[in-house]
């Protein structure tokens, strides 16, 4: 097999030494596992002939990107090979005409926002500089600015993909409108590397803000962050991001990091909102009233207040490796969830710390928790049952991975878990995908 491999990639692209380390751990240091072998394809011609050769030797694989998924679905948890997709890193003319531009799979969110000065790219993500087009596809990765332009799916105006017995698909023409069967790329969106492998996706582009403010407001509670927020959706023309972080992950900031406190005076929550242009200043004065306020429109300074949200995914982590459940209720049951999810948690482990942030116009709260006791998925009952009852979802944007498995039929019914397993037959007949993902 690995003289195979070798023929297909090159002997420098199958990697079987201590370099598989980097590649069979993620990002929070939680899952690992081991590999028998690390491949690079440099195109999707070499992708179809790698998972070929894996479909005929039944051996398993596990599709990778960046490796900042945060739900153990990119790992080799059970033996897997990994497909690496980093070297398959070109980036297309933008057409402007059509505002959309060609990518593949290893390129890196961040690239598509700097393709071109003009336009910039709907989703962004705290991890964008290493998190790739591939990866993104496949966990639908949702993000800072859901509320304006959609999840990644969203973003897809086509796809070329490679079915697990090396049947390439393509569908890259970038028709907005095209109702010819059955939208696969949709599917794909979520997939979690269990479908196929993405190679290659048209990319619609969003025009790039011309002079956006960000505001950073402090207030006394969940509540009254939530009804501030649920205005701003409803008030405020131009709004991009509406997301919000409490003083316990703060404070942790504050000790494990060169940040310094946002505000002058402190609060116990706080809402960052990003507007797309100057002309919605008025409505946004309006709306943080006396509350303390920190607002900036120069570059710097929106990267400076942006950094107090966007570094919270590291926050628990200073304290242990962290677990990072990230669930959605309905709007109606957001205060409930946002306020009662730290003594939930408490209930099955008094030495756990519980640091919440995320995407308060999406419904989306990401529970971050440094474990006090075992993990042994005492957390996960607690919080997805919680959220169950609200009438949640146990995952909003990370998806299931390894992390999730066995919670799913809270959010999902038997036949429609049975549905799943009929669509990834079809697509993987082999079984090679992700196994340990999604359970079949
Ligand atoms: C600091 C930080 C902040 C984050 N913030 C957010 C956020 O706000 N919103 C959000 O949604 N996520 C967030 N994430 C999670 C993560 O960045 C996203 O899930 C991202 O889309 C993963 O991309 P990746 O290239 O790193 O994929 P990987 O981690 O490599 O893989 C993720 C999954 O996709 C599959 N996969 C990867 N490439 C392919 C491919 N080409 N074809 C088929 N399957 C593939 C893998 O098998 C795996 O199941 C964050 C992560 C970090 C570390």
């Known amino acids: 097999m690995r003289r195979s491999l070798v023929d297909v990639v090159g002997e420098e692209h199958v990697l079987t030494d201590s370099r598989t380390a980097g590649y069979s751990v993620d990002w929070t240091g939680r899952y690992r596992g081991l590999t028998p072998a690390v491949v690079r394809p440099r195109d999707t011609a070499q992708v179809a002939a790698v998972l070929a050769l894996c479909a005929t030797a039944a051996m398993p694989v ?14 080799p948890r059970s033996g897997e090979l990994v497909l690496s997709l980093e070297r398959l890193d070109r980036l297309g003319p933008v057409d402007r005409d059509a505002t959309q531009v060609t990518a593949e799979a290893g390129v890196t969110l961040q690239r598509l926002a700097d393709a071109h000065p003009d336009l910039d790219f709907g989703v962004a993500i705290a991890s964008r500089h290493s998190a790739t087009v591939g990866g993104a596809i496949a966990t639908n990765a949702g993000g800072l600015r859901v509320l304006r332009y959609g999840p990644m799916r969203a973003q897809i105006r086509g796809i070329e993909t490679v079915l697990s017995d090396g049947t390439v698909l393509s569908h890259l023409s970038g028709l907005v409108k095209d109702n010819t069967g059955y939208d696969y790329p949709s599917l794909l969106a979520g997939s979690e590397g269990t479908l196929a492998v993405v190679t290659k996706a048209r990319l619609r582009l969003v025009p790039r803000p011309r002079d956006p403010v960000v ?56 809402l960052l909102l990003e507007v797309s242009d100057a002309g919605a200043m008025e ?32 926050a628990a982590g200073f304290l242990a490796p962290p677990l990072k459940l990230d669930v959605s209720v309905p709007a109606a049951r957001w205060v409930e969830l946002a306020t009662r999810i730290g003594d939930v948690v408490a209930a099955v482990d008094t030495g756990a710390r519980v640091i919440t942030f995320g995407h308060v116009a999406d419904g989306n709260v990401h529970v971050n928790i440094a474990p006090g006791a075992e993990a042994d998925g005492r957390h996960q009952d607690a919080v997805f049952g919680f959220v169950a009852d609200l ?12 992390l999730k498995a066995a919670w799913l039929p809270l959010s999902r019914t038997a036949a429609e878990r049975a549905l799943f397993a009929r669509i990834r037959a079809a ?5 090679i995908l992700n196994p340990s993902v999604l359970p079949r």
């Not at 900036?296 to 995914?313: D, I, N, Q």
């Not at 009438?391 to 390894?402: L, P, V």
């Not at 697509?427 to 079984?431: H, I, N």
């Open 283 to 314: 409505a946004l004065a309006e709306l943080a009233g006396d509350l303390p306020a920190a607002v900036a429109s120069g570059a710097a300074e929106r990267a400076r207040l942006w950094a107090y949200r966007e570094r919270h995914p590291e």
């Open 391 to 402: 009438g949640g979802s146990i995952s909003a944007e990370h998806g299931i991975g390894a």
């Open 62 to 75: 596990v599709p990778q990107g960046g490796n900042t998924g945060l739900v153990g679905g990119g790992v």
């Open 427 to 431: 697509f993987d007949p082999a079984g």
């Open 215 to 270: 505001a950073l407001l402090g207030l006394p509670g969940l509540a009254d962050l939530h009804s501030l927020a649920v205005r701003a959706v409803r008030e405020i023309p131009g709004l991009v991001s509406a997301e919000f972080f409490t003083s316990t992950g703060l404070d942790v900031l504050l000790r494990h990091t060169d940040l310094t406190p946002p505000l002058s005076v402190p609060t116990d929550a706080y």
